[in-house]
């Protein structure tokens, strides 16, 4: 038989207690008639539910509506039922020791009455449509929304003699054990003595989430359900895997064989042909829902430890399955008479000794199961202990073991040390262990005589480590000073021990020390806690030379507003260059940039050696300040407009000016140009026409960046 656990994940789909599921309910059904005579046929329809998953809302139909139907499918008449009864199914299992879960649960209820179906071409079909079945079946495709159609059909023949259908002698169980072959009788009786035969056939659908309930039924043809293929299908109903027998039924006794192999729910149909004189006049449906899980049987287990020395009173841990009640019998003659029903007694025996101890599950019932084992009880003669001695201790601690345990009657044979937390472990007579971390450490020892005894103990103590690390290595120049930090975690109370003493600046006896030696230096610092713990650390601080004078020049030092001065610092290819302020500067990472100040400017060079060294240097440009008034300022006395490219357009000339007004009349007075702008000169055109050469006025007002003002009427010629 294949393995069935790694199937047993669909039985999830049996335990899901979603609202979706538990808005479906039908599991079975079938539908029989018999003849009563005078064209009388008394109808029996069989409705079977899911009480467990199905909502409790959904109850068995009242009324339950039978559709009549003609050969062509015509709607005769409708026929409507009040359910008879309200029955609860129980399993049953292939073995009486064999335990269903509780989650298991079938409600089953008939609906009967009588109808008149006078003789007909054809013959009659009757229909009852419900939906829907289980979302947990497994062996169909969207069960939640597929309804069921229980109907029979009387043929012509049948109703012209007075024909009975045959029925089931019982339903089929309801929970089926994965792995147990099954043997079920699904025969049925004629009361007519026809003929009958067998065999495995698919369900019907029915109605749908839309109308899960129509009256009067949906007419015929009806679809049969839709397999999940593959595995499944009318050949293979349940197993979803290959290898085991699948369903089969035989088709002359009716008996319903297998070995199911996956664990889940299953709907299933069974067909039943009845043959009269070798010729068809009926057939029977039935479908049903076998529940395949794993069935549970009473198994007797314990556990007890075989040997124990030094105390007479044993716990006994209960391992059983599928039990309810047990029963402890200790076997001590001296307590002839002790039991115990609890499921994990303790229980104190008499004296040392080998007593053999029963545990029987389910005691007297047919399905006991009883388990026997021998507990072997001895007087205490070890013990363990041993002694710990710290190493030297820094970021790390050696833990120096020495076993002392000894025994006065047997001889110690197996060492075990574990050391908790971090779970080093060793059976060496006097093993070593190294610790890396702060924390209370637990290390445990049990040792084991040849006699079978085996004793424990164990010693708990705290440990706290140096936790800090040094800077790397630091450089300085000649003059500077350096800060050394030592860091360390937080809540630590650590001394710290500095040398060489000489050329500390500040901080000795803390973890942050300044010092300024003038040759290269290594300092070391032993840094310790109140456990003895400590760690030194050495911190090498080299000294370089320090840069020769840096020389910075401006070429030239003094200009006028908008010019430009060329710096030059001390050139060497090795040095780096920082050059501030920059707004004015070309560049600030060259030894020689350009300046433009608009105002006297001190610049400063830092020069960088490979070695980090620095030095600096100042130098000034002078802005000379022009004065607010002629010639420093003024208005050219012509120019010549004609497209040459030379004094084309009138401009203010002058430096240092701020804001001006400037304004161009011709002889009759009119404005003919203005402007508020420098940079902006007269083209000599006017409203967009050029003006013929004359002599034009102006005026110009000018305030300058010192704040001053000035003023200037006068004539310009135009020439062309």
């Keep these: 038989m294949k393995s069935i656990r790694a199937l047993f994940f669909v039985m999830l789909l049996l335990l899901v207690g979603s609202a979706e599921l538990k808005a479906t309910h039908i599991v079975g059904g079938e539908m029989r008639y018999k003849c009563l005579g005078n064209n009388e046929y008394e109808i029996t329809l069989v409705i079977f539910r899911d009480c467990f998953y199905g909502n409790p809302l959904a109850w068995f139909d009242d009324p339950a509506s039978i559709g009549v139907f003609n050969a062509s499918n015509v ?4 026929i409507l039922l ?8 129980q399993p049953v299992l292939s073995g009486e020791c064999f335990v269903a879960p509780p989650s298991v649960c079938v409600h089953t ?19 009852y449509q419900r939906c829907c079945r289980n979302q947990t079946i497994v062996n169909i495709v969207n069960p939640l929304a597929t309804g069921a159609t229980y109907s029979v059909t009387i043929s012509e023949a049948a109703l012209q003699q007075c024909n009975s259908s045959p029925q089931f002698n019982q339903w089929p169980p309801i929970y089926i054990c994965a792995g147990i072959p099954i043997e079920f009788d699904q025969s049925a009786r004629d009361i007519d003595g026809d003929s009958i035969v067998y065999r495995l056939c698919e369900p019907l659908q029915g109605a749908n989430q839309a109308n899960p309930m129509p009256q009067p039924p949906n007419p015929p043809p009806y679809l049969p359900v839709t397999w ?3 595995p499944y299908g009318v050949a293979n109903m349940l197993n979803g895997t290959p290898g085991d027998p699948p369903l089969a039924i035989d088709a002359q006794t009716g008996l319903l064989t297998g070995l199911p ?9 069974i067909c039943v042909e009845e043959y009269r004189n070798g010729q068809l006049i009926g057939t029977m449906r039935r479908d049903f829902q076998y529940n395949v899980g794993v069935c549970g049987r009473a198994t007797s287990a314990f556990f007890a430890p075989e040997i124990q020395c030094g105390n007479l009173g044993v716990f006994f841990q209960n391992q059983s399955n599928n039990a309810t009640e047990y029963l402890w019998r200790f076997n001590d003659p001296a307590q002839p008479d002790a039991f115990s029903t609890n499921i994990n007694p303790t229980f104190t025996f008499s004296d040392t000794g080998t007593y053999q101890i029963t545990l029987i599950a389910n005691p007297g019932t047919v399905c006991a199961d009883t388990t026997e084992r021998s507990i072997r009880l001895l007087p205490n003669s070890l013990f363990p202990g041993f002694d710990v001695q710290f190493g030297p201790c820094s970021d790390t601690i050696t833990l120096n073991v020495t076993d002392q345990s000894f025994d006065t009657l047997s001889t110690i044979i197996r060492r075990s040390w574990r050391l908790m937390p971090g779970g080093q472990s060793s059976t060496a007579l006097n093993p070593q262990f190294v610790i890396r971390n702060d924390g209370v450490y637990t290390l445990e020892l049990t040792v084991e005589a040849e006699n079978g005894c085996v004793q424990t103990t164990a010693q708990s103590f705290p440990v706290i480590l140096v936790n800090a690390s040094p800077p790397g290595p630091v450089a300085i120049c000649r003059g500077d000073t350096a800060t050394l930090r030592i860091g360390s975690g937080a809540g630590q109370n650590l001394t710290y021990t500095w040398s060489p003493v000489q050329d500390i600046v500040s901080g000795a006896g803390t973890s942050e020390l300044r010092v300024a030696p003038t040759a290269s230096t290594i300092y070391t610092v032993v840094v310790a806690n109140n456990f003895g ?10 000294v370089s030379e320090s840069l020769p004078a840096i020389i910075a020049t401006a070429e030239p030092d003094t200009i006028a ?7 030059d610092a001390t050139f060497n290819p090795d040095y780096r260059y920082e050059w501030t302020p920059d707004p004015s500067l070309s560049r600030t990472d060259v030894h020689n940039p350009m300046a433009t100040p608009v105002q006297t400017t001190t610049y400063r060079v830092k020069v960088t050696d490979e070695q980090g060294c620095s030095a600096t ?16 300022i003024y208005v050219p006395n012509g120019f010549s407009p004609n497209g040459d490219g030379r004094n084309d357009l009138l401009f203010v000339r002058g430096t240092g000016i701020d804001e001006l007004y400037f304004v161009v009349y011709d002889r009759w007075g009119e404005k003919v140009f203005e402007t508020t702008s420098q940079d902006i000169g007269w083209d000599g055109r006017f409203r967009g026409k050029t003006l013929n050469s004359d002599v034009f006025g102006y005026y110009l007002r000018v305030r300058c960046f010192n704040g001053e003002d000035f003023f200037k009427k006068g004539n310009v010629t135009l020439l062309r």
């Design 261 to 269: 192999n996956t664990v889940g729910q299953f709907v299933v149909g």
């Design 561 to 567: 507003p908008g010019a430009t001065s060329q710096l």
């Design 617 to 632: 240097a100042l130098v000034t440009v002078v802005v000379r300040a022009p004065e607010c008034r002629e010639p420093f």
């Design 533 to 542: 713990c400590s760690r030194t650390f050495q911190i090498p601080v080299s």
């Design 75 to 78: 709607l005769l008449r409708q």
């Design 109 to 127: 209820t008939f609906y009967r009455d009588t109808v008149e179906l006078e003789p007909i071409s054809g013959g009659y079909t009757l229909a």
């Design 82 to 89: 009040a359910p008879m009864g309200n029955d609860t199914l």
């Design 228 to 230: 999940v293929s593959p």
